[in-house]
């Protein structure tokens, strides 16, 4: 409703201004030559439709859908009606002054102004930002090419300076606005824009006329050609705006016409070429001075390079806009031929998944079982058909209840699915199962049943429960090698304590008594017998250093301490082959540094299997290697004796014989390995591997126990 109010507000308002129109050429048609004798009307006229035109256009201004630039219209309207009322004064009657070219023409000015400052919004509503510049450089090559030749038609011959400057400026204001609003009905010939166009071109041909009379001094009031295209249009441009809405803020900039821009730039320079002509031939028959004619060719060649400047910078922008659109391109190209590889490899991706999907699900160890909401078997895989012995064909499609009636299995295998427990019965052994469920969503939702066989698990848990057993049967045995060991050593030293008092500290203190009465025989002047107790005190002393030497020699022989493991090893092997009758053997491989302790220990796994074979073994040959090789020490002790049962280890350490379980935990202190390879008939052999960087405890061998 408020549309087809405000429709026909503004079909009233135009047929307001058409009769106004109308009425205007019939008084001019009617008037005839009255119009020179009463110029008052005239510019009556001219007042009177510039006053009613800015009335329409103030109330179209309150109106949604009005023109950006109908209130800057309005003002050049209202330029031009207070010139009509201004020259209303000076053609009244009675008034006898001269009008004439003067500094006051220069207020001409403002009005051309102001009519300018609607292109501006327009050009900015309308032409995209790029090519603004372009298009001012053009209207401003026609505007001095128009101009030169306006001015040259309007200024008078031999006229003044203030003659010459009203030429120039009626010229200025005639030829910006037409070539403005020519460009920008060229551009976007819309019937707004060509509209203005065909009013602005009669204003300025009207301007360009009362400059011609002006500046010449034939000045007429009430010219038809002057008053009537000013006193109509006002009338036409405030129709224009009142019927025709202003173009969407939402819509994009107006698509420029095919053909508008080349011929806007051919007729630029058509234009100045034309300017440039003119002004020659005025030159050459010297209708013009020499000084003008420079004047007017240096504007025209201004702006003709104005306007190269602009293409120039246009071609540079749009070059490297090219260049940046075609980089984009390649690079959308490139990333377009990435996305394409990637989306390739997607789909190879999906389908190798979906294969090996079904590849896991053919392969996987584990049966896989899918079952539909009423627990029948929707698919399963080979695993689960060998686990039950049947194929394919006979497993899908049959009830889980079914299936497990129709094998040998027992009564939990049917309730595999709720409990996760069941057992087959294959060749009289039993196959257990264990199984999952996982919940497959869908309509109608299906199960996922994960079946494995957990026989092997059975088993392995019975082997590590054995094994724990061993575990615990060792730490008996080693807390009796411990017992046994410290009770050794409490042993040991309690002998070495004995031997010290009864041997070296009974002697060390009789040599000391022995040396008191040789002082008192010594101070009573028996020399003799003094020195022969002397002599007697240095046997005894002898003697009690050979007694430590030899309890010496238990810790750490001297030999080991003199010369070093080999030498040792091979003399002691010597000496055994010498004492028990046997027939020895010593290889010797190393030029490794060997630790001190790792001597020792060496030395006493020889001395300890030396012991044993001449205890238990009974061979006639023994043989003895001793090597170093990878940053490790290798003791081989073997002989060709009787041998024995190793399962009887345990049985020797209960019995007391800790002679091998205490060599194996001296050489795994020290992070070593110690085997025992004996076969009853076939000898023995004992195999010690010491790392040459490790530290050994400091414990001894129960050397004497076998």
């Given at each position: 409703m408020a549309t087809r109010s405000l429709r026909a507000r503004a079909l009233l308002i135009t047929a307001v201004l058409g009769l106004a129109a109308v009425g205007t050429v019939v008084a001019y048609t009617l008037a005839g030559d009255e119009m020179h004798s009463r110029p008052e009307l005239a510019d009556g006229l001219v007042l009177g439709t510039g006053l009613l035109s800015i009335a329409a256009i103030l109330y179209r201004l309150r109106s949604p859908g009005s023109w950006k630039s109908a209130k800057f219209i309005g003002l050049g309207i209202l330029a031009i009606a207070t010139a009509g009322a201004v020259f209303l004064v000076l053609d009244a009657p009675g008034t006898d002054r001269v009008l004439g070219p003067s500094a006051w023409d220069l207020l001409f000015l403002f009005g051309a102004a102001v009519f300018?400052?609607?292109?501006?919004?327009?050009?900015?509503?309308?032409?995209?930002?790029?090519?603004?510049?372009?298009?001012?450089?053009?209207?401003?090559?026609?505007?001095?090419?128009?101009?030169?030749?306006?001015?040259?038609?309007?200024?008078?011959?031999?006229?003044?300076?203030?003659a010459q400057m009203s030429s120039a400026i009626f010229a200025l204001m005639a030829v910006t606005a037409f070539a403005a609003y020519g460009a920008l009905a060229l551009w976007v010939p819309s019937p707004a824009h060509l509209g203005q166009f065909a009013i602005i071109g009669a204003l300025a041909a009207s301007v360009v006329a009362f400059g011609n009379d002006w500046v010449n001094g034939a000045y007429v009031p009430g010219s038809t050609a002057v008053n009537l295209p000013l006193a109509l249009g006002p009338l036409g441009l405030a129709i224009l705006i009142t019927i025709i809405p202003r173009r969407e803020a939402s819509r994009p900039f107006a698509r420029p016409a095919r053909y508008g821009r080349p011929i806007l730039t051919t007729a630029a320079v058509a234009a100045a070429c034309a300017a440039l002509g003119v002004v020659a031939n005025l030159a050459i028959n010297h209708n013009v001075r020499a000084i003008q004619a420079s004047a007017l060719i240096g504007l025209l060649g201004a702006a003709v390079a104005l306007r190269i400047l602009v293409n120039q910078l246009r071609s540079v922008h749009a070059t490297r806009d090219a260049a940046i659109a075609l980089d984009q391109k390649e690079a959308a190209?490139?990333?377009?031929?990435?996305?394409?590889?990637?989306?390739?490899?997607?789909?190879?991706?999906?389908?190798?998944?979906?294969?090996?999907?079904?590849?896991?699900?053919?392969?996987?160890?584990?049966?896989?079982?899918?079952?539909?909401?009423?627990?029948?078997?929707?698919?399963?895989?080979?695993?689960?058909?060998?686990?039950?012995?049947?194929?394919?064909r006979m497993v899908e499609g049959q009830p889980w209840t079914a299936l497990a009636a129709a094998i040998e299995a027992d009564e939990s295998l049917a309730t595999l699915p709720t409990t996760g427990q069941g057992t087959l019965r294959r060749d009289g052994n039993a196959i257990y199962l264990e199984s999952r469920i996982s919940e497959i969503p869908g309509d109608p939702p299906r199960r996922l049943l994960l079946v494995r066989d957990v026989t092997?698990?059975?088993?392995?848990?019975?082997?590590?429960?054995?094994?724990?057993?061993?575990?615990?049967?060792?730490?008996?045995?080693?807390?009796?090698?411990?017992?046994?060991?410290?009770?050794?050593?409490?042993?040991?030293?309690?002998?070495?304590?004995?031997?010290?008092?009864?041997?070296?500290?009974?002697?060390?203190?009789?040599?000391?008594?022995?040396?008191?009465?040789?002082?008192?025989?010594?101070?009573?002047?028996?020399?003799?017998?003094?020195?022969?107790?002397?002599?007697?005190?240095?046997?005894?002393?002898?003697?009690?250093?050979?007694?430590?030497?030899?309890?010496?020699?238990?810790?750490?022989?001297?030999?080991?301490?003199?010369?070093?493991?080999?030498?040792?090893?091979?003399?002691?092997?010597?000496?055994?082959?010498?004492?028990?009758?046997?027939?020895?053997?010593?290889?010797?491989?190393?030029?490794?540094?060997?630790?001190?302790?790792?001597?020792?220990?060496?030395?006493?796994?020889?001395?300890?299997?030396?012991?044993?074979?001449?205890?238990h073994s009974k061979a006639s040959h023994v043989n003895v290697t001793v090597e170093g090789l990878a940053g490790q020490l290798r003791i081989e002790v073997s002989d060709d004796g009787i041998g024995f049962d190793s399962q009887q280890a345990r049985e020797f350490l209960r019995m007391g014989r800790v002679g091998l379980a205490s060599m194996r935990e001296r050489v795994e202190l020290a992070n070593g390995t110690f085997m025992v390879h004996a076969t009853p008939g076939k000898g023995t052999t004992v195999l010690a591997t010491l790392p040459l960087d490790a530290v050994p405890a400091q414990r001894e061998l129960a050397v004497n126990e076998a």
């Open positions: 300018l400052m609607p292109i501006k919004i327009e050009f900015a509503d309308h032409f995209p930002k790029e090519d603004r510049r372009e298009i001012s450089a053009d209207v401003a090559l026609i505007s001095a090419a128009l101009g030169c030749i306006a001015y040259l038609s309007i200024r008078p011959p031999d006229g003044t300076g203030v190209l490139h990333e377009t031929d990435k996305a394409l590889a990637r989306l390739q490899r997607a789909n190879e991706t999906l389908r190798e998944s979906e294969e090996r999907l079904r590849l896991v699900f053919e392969a996987a160890v584990d049966g896989i079982v899918e079952l539909d909401d009423k627990d029948v078997i929707v698919r399963a895989n080979e695993a689960f058909c060998q686990m039950i012995d049947l194929p394919h092997a698990a059975r088993v392995a848990d019975q082997t590590i429960r054995s094994l724990f057993k061993f575990l615990q049967d060792r730490d008996e045995d080693r807390t009796r090698i411990m017992r046994r060991t410290n009770a050794a050593i409490e042993s040991e030293r309690n002998r070495i304590a004995r031997d010290l008092h009864d041997g070296p500290v009974q002697g060390v203190s009789a040599a000391s008594l022995s040396l008191e009465a040789v002082l008192l025989m010594l101070k009573a002047g028996e020399l003799e017998e003094g020195t022969e107790i002397l002599s007697k005190v240095r046997r005894e002393l002898s003697e009690e250093a050979d007694n430590l030497r030899r309890l010496m020699s238990g810790l750490r022989p001297p030999l080991l301490e003199e010369r070093g493991l080999i030498p040792a090893i091979r003399e002691t092997l010597a000496k055994f082959g010498r004492d028990a009758d046997i027939e020895t053997e010593f290889v010797s491989r190393t030029n490794a540094e060997v630790p001190a302790d790792l001597e020792t220990l060496a030395y006493r796994i020889v001395q300890e299997a030396l012991s044993n074979a001449s205890k």
